[in-house]
Nanobody, 115 residues
């Protein structure tokens, strides 16, 4: 069974940076896209960024210009570089992999932006 292992989040000061990674425990057949979602307390889970197998990217308006998604196809790993973090970025961040056979979710990692 495939597992997505996310790197640890953490506490970051406003304006700081953090990089998240998401690695699949084994090779996933025919990945269509890899993405990051987040869920803040009392809010619905929302898409943060997504990258397709062709390298096309899409971002939530709230993170455009601050976050960068990338992937290493050979390692089945996705990254989310988060810069200029704001308190409103505080949430649990989840990795998701969409393949032709199934969708997979990571366990979630807490990111807290606070002084």
């Amino acid at each position: 069974q495939v597992q997505l292992v996310e790197s640890a989040g953490g506490l970051v000061q406003p304006g700081g940076s953090l990089r998240l990674s998401c690695a699949a425990s084994r090779n996933i057949f025919n990945i269509i896209a890899m993405g990051w979602y987040r869920q803040a307390p009392g809010k619905q889970r929302e898409l943060v960024a997504i990258i397709t197998s062709f390298g096309n990217t899409n971002y939530a308006d709230s993170v455009k210009g601050r976050f960068t998604i990338s992937r290493d196809n050979a390692k089945n790993t996705a990254y989310l570089q988060m810069d200029s973090l704001k308190p409103e970025d505080t949430a649990v961040y989840y990795c998701k992999v969409v393949s032709s056979r199934a969708d997979y979710w990571g366990q979630g990692t807490q990111v807290t932006v606070s002084s």
